[in-house]
C-alpha cells in the first residue's frame, strides 16, 4: 500500500525538475495527482507517463500568480475528484538576478508574484478544499537561498522564498486546530533546468557542487522524497517547519 493511497494532491510546477519529479512520485505512493504548470505539451507527457504506470491524474496549465488559475485549479480537482488532500506548491522562477540598483521593479514584481503571491492564492483556494475533507498536507517550496545562505544577486528570489517561511508559520498556527499541516521544504542546488540557467557551465557546476558538504547537487527525485514524507501521514506531527534538504549547503564553510 502506497503513503498516499485514496489522497488527491495537486502538484504545480509539474512540468519540469523538482515538480514532475514528485509528481510522479505521488502517483507512484496511490495518490491522484492534479498537475500544473503554463506548458500544456509538458503536463500532456507526464500524465501519459502515470497513467502507464497505472495512476491516476489531469492536467490543469495556467499561471499560479493569477487567481483565475488558483480558484480553477481547485474547483477542477474538486469537480473530478471530489476532494483534496494535499498540496505542493512548487512553480518557481529564479527571475531576475544582479545588483538591486540595477533590478526594475517589472523584474522584482515578477519574481514576488511567481513565487511568494502564487503562494498566498494557492492557500486561499486550497485551504477550505481541504478542510471539507478533514485536513490536509499544504507544502511550498522554499529554498536555502535568504534562510541560512545570502547569496549575492538573488534578492528577489531570497526575498519571495524567506517571505513563503513567513507565510507557513502562520498558515500551521491558524490551520493547526483543523488538521490541515502547513511546512515549507528547503532544497539545496537540485539539478534542473532552472539550475542550469543559474550554472551553465562545467565551473560554474563545479562551483555550485562544491558549496554543498556532500559536494554534489540532488537529483530532483531525492527532492520529490521530502515532499512525500511532508505530504503523508510519515510528517503527522510536523508543522510550521522550514524543512532543509539541502547536501550540507547552509553548514559548509569549505
Ligand atoms: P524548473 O525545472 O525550472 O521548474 C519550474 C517549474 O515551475 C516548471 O514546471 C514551470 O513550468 C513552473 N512555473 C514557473 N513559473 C510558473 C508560473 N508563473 N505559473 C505556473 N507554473 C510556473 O525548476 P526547479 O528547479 O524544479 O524548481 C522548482 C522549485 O524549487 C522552484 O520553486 C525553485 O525556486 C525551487 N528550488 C529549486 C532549487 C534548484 O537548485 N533547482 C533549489 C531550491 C529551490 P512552466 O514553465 O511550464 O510554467
Redesign the pocket.
Given at each position: 500500500m502506497g503513503a498516499l493511497e485514496n489522497k488527491v494532491a495537486i502538484v504545480?510546477?509539474?512540468?519540469?525538475?523538482?515538480?514532475?519529479a514528485t509528481a510522479r512520485l505521488f502517483a507512484k505512493e496511490g495518490a491522484t495527482v492534479v498537475v500544473?504548470?503554463?506548458?500544456e505539451s509538458?503536463l500532456g507527457v507526464l500524465v501519459d507517463a502515470i497513467q502507464e504506470e497505472g495512476g491516476q491524474a489531469l492536467a490543469v496549465a495556467?499561471?499560479?500568480?493569477d487567481e483565475h488559475f488558483a480558484r480553477k485549479l481547485v474547483d477542477e480537482t474538486l469537480a473530478r475528484f471530489g476532494q483534496l488532500d494535499v498540496a505542493f506548491n512548487?512553480?518557481?522562477?529564479?527571475g531576475a538576478m544582479g545588483p538591486v540598483p540595477e533590478m526594475s521593479l517589472a523584474e522584482w514584481d515578477q519574481v514576488i508574484t511567481?513565487?511568494l503571491t502564487?503562494a498566498f492564492l494557492a492557500a486561499k483556494y486550497q485551504l477550505p478544499a481541504m478542510g471539507s475533507a478533514g485536513g490536509g498536507s499544504l507544502i511550498f517550496?522554499?529554498?536555502?537561498?535568504g534562510y541560512s545562505a545570502g547569496m549575492p544577486g538573488m534578492a528577489a528570489?531570497a526575498a519571495s522564498?524567506a517571505g513563503l517561511i513567513g507565510l507557513t508559520q502562520v498558515l500551521a498556527c491558524e490551520y493547526g486546530p483543523h488538521n490541515i499541516r502547513v511546512n515549507a521544504l528547503?532544497?539545496?542546488?537540485?539539478?534542473?533546468?532552472?539550475?542550469r540557467e543559474f550554472a551553465n557551465t562545467p565551473e560554474a557546476l563545479a562551483f555550485v557542487a562544491n558549496l554543498h558538504a556532500m559536494k554534489r547537487?540532488a537529483k530532483?527525485e531525492e527532492i520529490a522524497q521530502s515532499a512525500l514524507y511532508l505530504a503523508s501521514d510519515a510528517s503527522s506531527f510536523t508543522t510550521g517547519s522550514a524543512l532543509l534538504v539541502d547536501g550540507g549547503v547552509s553548514i559548509n564553510r569549505v
Open positions: 504545480t510546477g509539474a512540468s519540469a525538475g523538482i515538480g514532475r500544473a504548470a503554463r506548458r509538458e495556467g499561471d499560479v500568480g512548487n512553480a518557481g522562477i529564479l511567481t513565487n502564487s517550496t522554499s529554498t536555502f537561498v528570489y522564498k528547503l532544497p539545496g542546488g537540485t539539478d534542473t533546468a532552472a539550475a547537487t530532483p
